[in-house]
């Protein structure tokens, strides 16, 4: 008898709709319930591709006695937390607050009022190194409530007393200067693994927005340092198994510090900001390998993630079926040297082997290997890996394949769309520009209403019922507006100004800067949740002002570039202390300092031939933030085409910064010079 989530969109609640732990949605009705009963809420909070979620479930929510337990005296609620990031920053902070650490599965335990009185993550079924087993918490957590019942609303108290305090203050609301993003750097060169790339140690994962930092910190000052960091990081990664070397794309994470065994989902969104980064890296130095990597990529998210609808798919499952019934962990993507020869032919396996670091010990589990690029200096037979790559692939598509989670997360759509647009743009790849115009074109039609709200996700082409949040208004604003730079059509930068309009009303602190993630009349939790660090993705906070500054280029707004300048305080704050873990907000800073620069292209047609040589050479310009407008003399699509004339007939580029412009040009190489191309 399948329980209420039967009726969910989300992927990851439909997983558990058919478990006998008589689950709610995260609702009214739930806290309700639990008040009237006189019980507490378990709080579980998963998403559909992690690992640890599908095995606490198998083990404890799949078991008809702890259910039984469950249902008699607790009220269980399953949160997705891909849909309700709100809900997931609140309790997460919490549970971190109280423990040290976090991680998903995430149980926590509430009071009716909502209130958190017990944490933790995975729950084993039997007690397991120093681990209390599941059942032994739940009865402990029942004790504590029936016997116990003041000593709980005092911690539950205390904790929300204790969040409450915890208000961000990050001194004045300025932005960064040279010196906070010379002293970022300098941080960042000390937590780097020079042996290996990328920062810090085990698990390793890949640093897309510092990258994006770095590339910009290079264009505009010429380190040289930062650039090294970012060319190694990223190759590194692309030799790694972190990377796909047959189907492309980038796995979450890496399990150990030389990027070889990876934890096999593979996101969205670290896909749309690696397929950015590589782009931008080849962008700044014609590397090959960076070239590959992006098209890899964007040819990975659109063969594989993109739905029906034209948008794109959340994530790919790390397990997969084995080919004997079970579910294993990377089973679709590790090879032996025995699979090798099955498909290849001793001496083609052999290559393969060798080309590949695949090994009779193996480097993942049961003698498996890691598909990876050890070999740096041998020369091999193009013709014959392209032949190797392409049989392994073809039987790989033979294997059960990773289940998709098809819900679409506006903000990770946002992502997708600036990467393709841009990554498009770089390669003369028409193609990726249409998927990025085709899930915007969705964005548009099924997550933004008459008011320019936008939910948060949508699945089969309907809207789900929850709010966007503030990286949800951000993200999808920066993809409007890498499309409008790309595509010429001033519909994406009005539509990114209504987004960020919003973003002004809703979620931003008119007086000191601060933003929120969730809006003013959004939900009321027990705290208003606001992170200005990174973490998989873009802080909603730094994308935000991010977004706010490229639209004040572009439109000469100047709320949105005061607002963008405040929200940047919090960079000032920590980009010094904390780099590694504010990376987008740095990228924003190096903006800001060089200007950003604004770049109208006038032509007599969009289709013209010299149009589109200056239109290119401008998208493959290195000045960070930089923003380009690109139309007919006259044309109201874009503020920055006003009063641009063609010069004697031709077409024409203009470029400024701060309130300054350099003289027109007709010349591409001008052009680039201009723009640090």
């Given amino acids: 008898m399948p329980n209420r989530l039967a009726h969910e969109t989300s992927p990851y609640l439909l997983q558990h709709a058919d478990n006998p732990v008589d689950w709610w949605p995260w609702s009214e009705g739930a806290f309700e319930e639990a008040g009237k009963r006189n019980v507490p809420v378990l709080l579980s909070v998963g998403y559909s591709s992690c690992h640890w ?61 909502a209130e958190p009185f017990y944490f933790g993550t995975y729950f084993p079924p039997a007690p397991r190194q120093g681990m209390p087993s599941f059942r032994q918490v739940l009865e402990g957590v029942h004790s504590a409530w029936a016997d116990r019942r003041d ?55 890949p640093p897309s927005m510092v990258i994006e930092f770095l590339l910009r910190h290079h264009a505009r000052t010429g380190a040289e340092g930062a650039l090294q960091m970012a060319q190694d990081t990223c190759e590194r990664m692309a030799r790694g198994g972190i990377y796909d070397q047959l189907g492309g794309g980038f796995a979450r994470y890496s399990v150990d510090r030389d990027w070889i065994v990876p934890h096999f989902e593979k996101m969205l969104y670290d896909n749309a900001l690696l397929c950015r980064v590589y782009a931008h890296l080849w962008r700044a130095t014609g590397s090959e390998l960076a070239r590959r990597v992006a098209l890899e990529t964007a040819d990975f998210m659109v063969r594989e993630l993109r739905t029906s609808e ?69 020369v091999f037979d193009a013709d014959r890996i392209a032949s190797v790559k392409s049989r392994l692939l073809e039987a790989r598509a033979e294997r059960p394949a990773p289940g998709r989670d098809d819900k679409v997360v506006a903000a990770w759509n946002g992502l997708a769309i600036a990467a393709l647009a841009e990554t498009g743009a770089c390669f003369d790849r028409p193609d990726l520009v249409e998927a990025a115009l085709g899930a915007a074109d969705l964005l548009v039609r099924l997550h933004l209403d008459d008011h320019a709200r936008l939910a948060r996700t949508s699945k089969d082409d309907h809207a789900g019922a929850n709010a966007g949040v503030l990286e949800d208004y951000a993200d999808v604003a920066e993809g409007f507006l890498a499309l409008a730079s790309v595509t ?84 000032k704050a920590l980009g010094p202390r904390v780099p590694r873990f504010i990376g987008w907000g740095l990228a924003v800073g190096e903006a800001l300092l060089d200007g950003p620069r604004e770049v109208a292209v006038v032509g007599p047609a969009p289709d013209d031939p010299g149009t589109r040589a200056l239109h290119r050479t401008a998208l493959l310009g290195t000045a960070p933030g930089a923003v380009v407008a690109m139309g007919t003399p006259g044309s109201d699509e874009f503020p920055l085409l006003a009063d641009r004339p063609l010069s004697n007939g031709e077409p024409t580029a203009y470029v400024c910064r701060n309130f300054t412009c350099d003289a027109p040009t007709t010349d591409s190489d001008r052009l680039r010079s201009q723009l640090g191309g």
């Fill in 310 to 378: 034209g948008g794109f798919a959340s994530a790919l499952d790390a397990d997969s079926d084995d080919g004997t019934g079970r579910h294993v962990e990377g089973a679709y993507y590790v090879w032996t040297p025995r699979q090798l020869a099955e498909v290849l032919g001793s001496d083609d396996a052999e290559l393969a082997a060798h080309y590949f670091g695949v090994t009779e010990e193996g480097t993942f589990e049961e003698g498996a290997s890691v598909l990876q690029l050890p070999q740096r200096d041998v």
């Fill in 151 to 205: 000593e709980v609303a005092e911690v539950a108290g205390k904790i929300v007393r204790d969040l409450a305090g915890r208000e961000i203050s990050y001194g004045d609301s300025r932005a960064p200067g040279e010196e906070q993003l010379a002293a970022a750097l300098l941080g960042l060169t000390r937590e780097y693994d020079a042996q290996r790339g990328g920062f810090g140690g085990a698990p390793k994962f």
């Fill in 53 to 113: 979620c599908h095995v606490m479930a198998h083990e404890s929510f799949e078991d008809q006695e702890t259910a039984d337990y469950l249902n008699a005296h607790f009220v269980s609620v399953k949160v997705d937390r891909e849909e309700r990031p709100d809900v997931d920053a609140v309790y997460m902070e919490a549970v971190q607050a109280a423990t040290g650490q976090g991680g998903w599965p995430m149980t926590v335990f509430l009071t009716p009022e």
């Fill in 488 to 571: 010429g059509e001033g519909v994406w930068l009005e539509f990114a100004g209504f987004l960020l309009d919003h973003v002004l009303v809703q979620f931003a602190d008119e007086e000191s800067g601060a933003l929120y993630d969730t809006a003013a009349d959004a939900e009321k939790l027990i705290r208003r949740p606001q992170d200005p660090t990174d973490n998989a993705t873009p802080s909603g906070w730094s994308a935000a002002a991010g977004a706010l500054l490229s639209y004040a280029a572009q439109t000469g707004a100047e709320p949105h570039r005061t607002a963008a300048e405040k929200a940047l305080g919090v960079v």
